[in-house]
């Protein structure tokens, strides 16, 4: 293996994925990583997932230190706003955008940091704030074997495993857009954190109008505010058979690396202590 550069360890800069580089991601790798004995060595994988502002240091920075006591890397990815179409923010979070998939940018990136640090990651946890909690719980959707748990943070859209209604409301063509069926029961296993801001109230980004490219039937369904979203998704998961924590922060409004992050950090701390249900 290369000798890696300064900027490839702790804290790392911004490094553009070797398979499509205009994608990145910052990563921290954590103090007990030997790069003589990498091909023994076995982490944990923490991913922080952006939102609209992607605010990349600022998830991987959020989870350092406890990656640094639970001896784990942590992936931050960035998907840049106007990668296919100019000024658009929010294709990532519906994994799919004018024929580019987002959830596998992001394995991609997963293995890109196993081959370069010559390690094996063995249980993966994601949390994902706003738009990232739109992104993280649809991932989910197709990546639950992969996963170990996830934290889905305060997303302003919701989608329900519906297979009456389409993507992105429902699931009823997932299999046909995706490649794959929902793994139900690899969903049924993974530790779950579901966590919004109490004071989480503002409605000015999430309600979709009718003359909104996202608008199709059943866009406001799932409630007015993040807090009902939420609630929804949780009692349809509940309904499918997925436990789930539902957590609402006192006194928070919609803040994620300032105002739910230590929240998240507890819940990984007791979710990489479990084993996968």
Do not use: C
């Amino acid at each position: 293996m290369r000798k890696l550069g300064r900027y490839e360890l702790g804290k790392t800069g911004i490094i553009a994925l070797q398979a499509d580089p205009r994608v990145s991601y910052a990563a921290y790798i954590p103090s007990r990583y030997d790069v003589a004995k990498s091909e023994t060595q076995r982490f944990d994988l923490i991913i922080g997932q952006h939102g609209s502002a992607r605010l990349v240091r600022e998830y991987r920075n959020g989870f350092a230190d406890l990656a640094e006591r639970r001896n784990a890397f942590v992936l931050s990815p960035l998907f840049p706003i106007g990668l296919v179409e100019v000024g658009d923010a929010d294709g990532f979070k519906r994994l799919e955008f004018r024929g580019l998939r987002y959830d596998l940018l992001l394995w991609a990136m997963v293995e890109e940091l196993e081959t370069r640090y010559g390690v094996a990651f063995e249980r993966i946890v994601i949390h994902g704030f706003s738009g990232g909690g739109q992104f993280v719980h649809r991932f989910a959707y197709l990546h639950a074997h992969r996963l170990h748990a996830i934290s889905v943070g305060a997303p302003g859209k919701v989608t329900l495993l519906d297979d009456d209604r389409d993507w992105w409301v429902g699931t009823r063509d997932v299999e046909r857009r995706f490649g794959r069926p929902i793994d139900r029961e690899a969903l049924r296993h993974l530790h779950v954190q579901l966590i919004v801001g109490a004071d989480d109230t503002d409605t000015d980004e999430i309600t979709v109008e009718p003359d909104s490219p996202l608008w199709m039937d059943g866009a406001n369904d799932a409630g007015v505010t993040r807090i009902d979203r939420l609630r929804t998704l949780s009692d349809n998961w509940k309904r499918n058979g997925i436990d789930n924590e539902l957590e609402l922060a006192a006194g928070v409004g919609h803040k994620g690396t300032t105002g739910i992050m230590d929240a998240v950090n507890r819940f990984f701390d007791r979710a990489l202590d479990a084993k996968r249900n």
